[in-house]
Structures are given as C-alpha cells and as structure tokens.
C-alpha cells in the first residue's frame, strides 16, 4: 500500500529564516513520481514540483529546495529566506506510473512566517 | 486561463438529497480526480478515472458515485447526502503517467458542501 507521511502538522517561523517541511513515504512499486503542491491561503492547490524515482538528484529552484533521499524514502522540502508570502499548507504526494495508479497526499504541514 | 473548472463554490443541501458536483477540464487530461479535504486530515481520494466511463474507488468511495460520459467532464455525486459528508470537495486532472507532466495535477478552486 502507499503512503505518504508529513509528520510536522504546522510550522512557525519568523521570515528569513529558513524552514525544512519533511516527507517519508511507503510504497512497493520500483518506479514512482513524488509531487510538492502548495495551497496558499486562497485556497487553490498548486504544483511546486515533480521527481520520479530514478531521479535523485537534489532540485534547486530560487529559494526553494528538495532532498529526495530513496535510502531513507523521504522528499523532503527546504525554503530558504523564508517570506510571509510562503505561509501555506503544503502537501507531499506520491504516485506509481502506470495509467490508474492514485495519487495519495499526505496530510499537509501548515507553515506560517511572522513578519 | 480557466483550466478546472467546478460548477458550484458553495452548497448548502439537506439530509437525504441527492448531490451533483460537476467538473469540467479544458487541456484534454485523460485522468480526472474527485479528493475531499478535512482539517486534519488532508486530501483524500474519492475516486479517479483514467479514460471515459473508467472509473477507480480511491480510498474513501463509500457514499459516493462517479460519472464520466466525456473525457472533459467528471461528475461527483452524493446519492443521499449525510452530515458527515461536509467538507471541501477539489477535482483535479492530469495527463496520463509516461509523459512529460504526466500526473502533475491542475485542481479547480473547490466546492464547499455544507449538508444540514
């Protein structure tokens, strides 16, 4: 069965500082995509990235980074700077390849900046 | 630029009515996702669809139906509408895996169902 585990339910931290939102994951297929999506306080969900799973290369992207670590099944999501706009639940997802395979969530870490 | 589209942002219905959400995809995506989101919970699938009249359970389908007579459009229905099924309901899409932005999901803003 997958599952994707965000552990931290919600995270403060005062802007400028930097801020690692973790994501472990299960799954039993050899080959998988693992997503960030943010959701902004408006509401609308929206796609940071994509990695698939013969992919482990660290992804830099401005201020925002990711870790995807197979040994140790985590993707994990690193903000550096961190401004009030980047207050978000932010949702770790996983999914296999093939045509009907789900996409599962996991249960989002809140994150709010203090001005 | 409207890409997902769902028809109602807010419903209220009462217990025992049946209950349309309908979403509409305008960049040809073959899969289509119903989630519903609770606080504390996140975003659970309802159920997905990889092909017109395909339809999978996800991993809360109980209460709940599908339709999908066209590629664009995927229909969400509560038979019997109960209590325990208010919450923020968010269709999304995708293309099919293999491709580039393949499972990359687009969502639509949502719609809130409250059931008296």
């Known amino acids: 069965a997958q599952k994707v585990t965000q552990a931290q339910t919600e995270i403060s931290v005062v802007e400028k500082e930097d801020v690692t939102l973790d994501c472990v994951y299960e799954t039993r297929d050899t080959t998988y995509y693992l997503f960030w999506y943010k959701q902004p306080p408006s509401g609308e969900l929206v796609f940071l990235i994509r990695?698939?799973?013969?992919?482990?290369q660290n992804e830099i992207s401005g201020r925002y980074s990711w870790n995807f670590q197979k040994s140790t099944s985590s993707f994990n999501f690193t903000i550096t700077a961190s401004q009030v706009v980047d207050s978000a639940v932010y949702f770790c997802a996983l999914s296999g390849m093939s045509r009907d395979d789900k996409i599962i969530f996991g249960k989002g870490t809140r994150l709010h900046i203090l001005p | 630029d409207v890409k997902v589209t769902q028809s109602s942002r807010y419903l209220v219905k009462r217990t025992g009515e049946k209950v349309f959400l309908e979403c509409v995809q305008d960049?040809?995506?073959?899969?289509m996702f119903w989630y519903r989101q609770d606080p504390g919970l996140g975003l659970r699938l309802i159920y997905f669809?990889?092909?017109?009249?395909?339809?999978e359970k996800g991993d809360i389908p109980e209460g709940y139906s599908v339709s999908r007579e066209k590629k664009e459009r995927f229909s969400l229905i509560l038979e019997s509408a109960s209590t325990n099924q208010t919450s923020m309901y968010l269709c999304?899409?995708?293309?099919?895996?293999?491709?580039?932005?393949?499972?990359?999901?687009?969502f639509g803003a949502g719609s809130r169902l409250t059931v008296l």
């Open positions: 999304a899409s995708s293309l099919w895996g293999g491709r580039s932005g393949a499972n990359v999901l687009t």
């Open positions: 669809s990889y092909d017109v009249k395909m339809k």
């Open positions: 960049m040809d995506h073959e899969n």
């Open positions: 990695r698939n799973s013969f992919d482990e």
